[in-house]
Nanobody, 124 residues
Framework: VQVVESGGGLVQAGNSLRLSCVVSGGSFSSYGLGWFRQRPNQEREFVATISGSGRRTYYADSVKGRFTISRENANNTAYLHMDKLIPDDTAVYYC??????????????????WGQGTQVTVSS
């Protein structure tokens, strides 16, 4: 399984971005997926997760109501749509794949494979 994130960039506060996560190999619809982020000198932080079917989603309190996670199983792609961005959202965003269970999970240790990350920078 390989994971590639894209869509990051520099935006002003209040604007939007959509991150993409393309997964190749294996059976995409059987994977739980999660978005996490990491700021310099900090641990990786949970952002959002989605089950294999797409029916279950969970969000960190800090992004609830602003971010939306989704997936297109036909295209082996997951998305993180980020609205009303604030400077505190600045981080490298990573997509994780749980190859063992098709569940939504908030724990980073549950994810087997990660992408290289995409940088999101929000200016004030």
């Amino acid at each position: 399984v390989q994971v590639v994130e894209s869509g990051g960039g520099l935006v002003q506060a209040g604007n939007s971005l959509r991150l993409s996560c393309v997964v190749s190999g294996g059976s995409f619809s059987s994977y739980g997926l999660g978005w996490f982020r990491q700021r310099p000198n900090q641990e990786r932080e949970f952002v959002a997760t989605i089950s294999g079917s797409g029916r279950r989603t969970y969000y960190a309190d800090s992004v609830k109501g602003r971010f939306t996670i989704s997936r297109e199983n036909a295209n082996n792609t997951a998305y993180l749509h980020m609205d009303k961005l604030i400077p505190d959202d600045t981080a490298v965003y990573y997509c994780g794949v749980d190859e063992e269970y098709p569940t939504a999970n908030v724990a980073a240790v549950r994810y087997d494979t990660w992408g290289q990350g995409t940088q999101v920078t929000v200016s004030s």
